[in-house]
């Protein structure tokens, strides 16, 4: 069965500081990955997908992610926080079309 | 651009009372997935139409059930609700050509901006 796991429930940072949110997956094929991102009371927006197409993948924001098949993980990174990325982040394997989240993260920003 | 719709955006309802749950896909988008999110947590798949007919189904509760119309948007009725049953419902819509070629499931799926039922 497929899977990902978020480490860190909740993760502080700076502004202008470097962001990191992890994420490790478990799949017995060759997955299919996102990153999304949730505002307080909104629904989810993709922020990008890994497709095996490249293992570096830039998404919108500023955000992007490195798929790496030896460590088994899809990190999200940014290299400098605003105070509007100050959100709920869900990373997510796609099982037969479907998504399977992980438990997510709560990135707040401080000024 | 067009987004994907639900209503109603907010419903109240007593224990052991009905409610239907409707989701508008964007437009040529033949694929709609449901999503509950309690709080606190991470959205869990309920169940999935591609074409009208379920593709899918997760941990969906007997009491509730689901379906796609001609004009793909899709309801869910949830009867008997329960407190528990109070959450974030999400829907979500995609072209699911996939599906049927045998390509890979990953197509973007546009979410709504949920439905929050509160159970009382």
């Known amino acids: 069965a497929q899977s990902v796991t978020q480490l860190g429930s909740h993760v502080s940072v700076s502004e202008g500081a470097l962001v990191l949110l992890r994420c490790n997956y478990s799949?017995?094929?060759?997955?299919?990955l996102f990153w999304y991102v949730q505002y307080p009371n909104q629904g989810l927006q993709l922020l990008l997908k890994?497709?095996?197409?490249?293992?570096l993948v830039k998404g919108i924001n500023g955000f992007e992610a490195e798929f790496k098949k030896s460590e088994t993980s899809f990190h999200l990174t940014k290299p400098s926080a605003h105070m509007s990325d100050a959100a709920e982040y869900f990373c997510?394997?796609?099982?037969?079309?479907?998504?399977?989240f992980g438990q997510g993260t709560e990135l707040s920003v401080k000024p | 651009a067009a987004g994907v719709i639900q209503s109603p955006r907010h419903l109240i309802k007593e224990k052991r009372e009905t409610a239907t749950l409707k989701c508008y896909p964007i437009p040529r988008h033949d694929t709609v997935y449901w999503y509950q999110q309690g709080p606190g947590q991470d959205p869990q798949f309920l169940i999935s139409?591609?074409?009208?007919?379920?593709?899918d189904k997760g941990s969906i509760p007997d009491r509730f059930s689901a379906q796609q119309f001609s004009d793909y948007h899709s309801e869910l009725n949830m009867s008997s609700l329960e407190l528990g049953d109070s959450a974030l419902y999400f829907c979500?819509?995609?072209?699911?050509?996939?599906?049927?070629?045998?390509?890979?499931?990953?197509?973007?799926?546009?979410f709504g901006p949920g439905t929050r039922l509160t159970v009382l």
């Open positions: 139409f591609y074409e009208k007919m379920q593709s």
């Open positions: 979500a819509s995609t072209s699911g050509g996939t599906l049927r070629t045998g390509t890979p499931y990953y197509n973007e799926q546009f």
């Open positions: 890994y497709t095996s197409a490249a293992t």
């Open positions: 799949s017995s094929v060759p997955p299919y």
């Open positions: 997510a394997v796609s099982h037969g079309g479907k998504l399977i």
